[in-house]
């Protein structure tokens, strides 16, 4: 049983666009919903967080947006850089418990 | 903002020896960590989670008696791969749960390669 799904598995930006990457949960306890990067060869790093009582949250370029009724989240990245280029996983979990992890989107951007 | 240590990066052992892994909450006290393992690629899939001095809690599929995980403090957790064989080879990633301030750090992932 797939609890959770991300997509796209990949996606190629240009330069200054804008990145979009999806999350869909079926467990409805999840009241914990981030988004961690993952450079090759390096663990994953906290890059935004939301909880349910709020739809969206904004830090810097990296907005995201939660649908509790849809359960869904995405990742919004703005102005998307070369240095963005990186492995995302979505990995929403329950309040003292475990994170599930997405199966990650390689996104690329262009120069 | 809280940082996770965990060493080594890499290692090199040969098949049928042990290896350890450590994993240390440097700035905060973690009651809970968790280890996965990744191959390339692919996603992080949980091995097991682990409670400050008690028994880890397995998940299904992952040998405990292969994959042997110690909590013996709120600071230091480590894995250690018993009789490894080349299977074994994969990318180990330790996290911390702050136990005041709600989160999960990551370590920084140690590379095993089994020969």
């Known amino acids: 049983q797939q609890q959770v799904k991300q997509s796209p598995q990949s996606l190629i930006v240009q330069k200054g666009g804008i990145s979009i990457i999806n999350c869909a949960y079926e467990n409805t306890a999840f009241d914990y919903f981030p988004w961690y990067q993952q450079f090759p060869g390096k663990g994953p790093a906290l890059l935004i967080a939301i909880r349910p009582d709020v739809s969206e949250k904004k830090e810097g370029r990296f907005t995201i947006s939660f649908n509790k009724s849809a359960k869904q989240f995405s990742l919004h990245i703005m102005d998307s850089q070369p240095g963005d280029s990186a492995t995302y996983f979505c990995?929403?979990?329950?309040?003292?418990?475990?994170?599930?992890f997405g199966q990650g989107t390689i996104l690329t951007v262009h120069p | 903002g809280a940082v996770v240590s965990q060493h080594p990066s890499r290692v090199i052992c040969k098949s049928g020896t042990s290896v350890k892994i450590e994993c240390r909450s440097l700035?905060?006290?973690?009651?809970?960590m968790f280890w996965y393992r990744q191959f390339p690629k692919q996603s992080l899939m949980l091995m097991a989670t682990s409670n400050e001095g008690s028994k880890a809690t397995y998940e299904q599929g992952v040998e405990k008696d292969k994959f042997l995980i110690n909590h013996a403090s709120l600071t230091l957790s480590t894995l250690t791969v018993t009789s490894a064989h080349p299977e074994d080879s994969s990318f180990y990633i330790c996290?911390?749960?702050?136990?005041?301030?709600?989160?999960?750090?990551f370590g920084s992932g140690t590379r095993l390669t089994v020969v």
């Open positions: 990995a929403p979990g329950t309040s003292y418990g475990k994170l599930t």
């Open positions: 700035d905060f006290q973690a009651t809970t």
């Open positions: 996290s911390a749960r702050d136990s005041v301030n709600y989160g999960y750090t």
